[in-house]
């Protein structure tokens, strides 16, 4: 019996373009320190705690948590 290299292909084909999962919606905030030329983040906890680092006006790099809203500088 010979083998159809078509429906190889086919069935790999529908599986990449079935549908899945849906995907749950994103939120996006702009995390910005305060009188910061730059803030960067470089990672956050389950309960939405940050931490990164933020360059002030003379070039300075420093870090920061932001923790509940408010900023905690750490230097």
Do not use: C
Not at 5 to 34: G, H
Not at 36 to 61: K, Q, S
Request: proline fraction near 5%; charged fraction near 15%; charge should be positive.
């Amino acid at each position: 019996m010979k083998r159809n290299p078509w429906r190889l292909v086919l069935a790999a084909v529908a599986a990449l373009v079935a549908p899945s999962a849906p995907l749950r919606a994103q939120a996006f905030s702009t995390i910005d320190y305060p009188g910061a030329t730059e803030t960067r983040v470089f990672g956050m906890n389950d309960l939405g705690d940050a931490v990164g680092r933020w360059v002030d006006a003379g070039g300075v790099t420093h870090g920061f948590l932001l923790h509940g809203g408010r900023f905690t500088a750490i230097d």
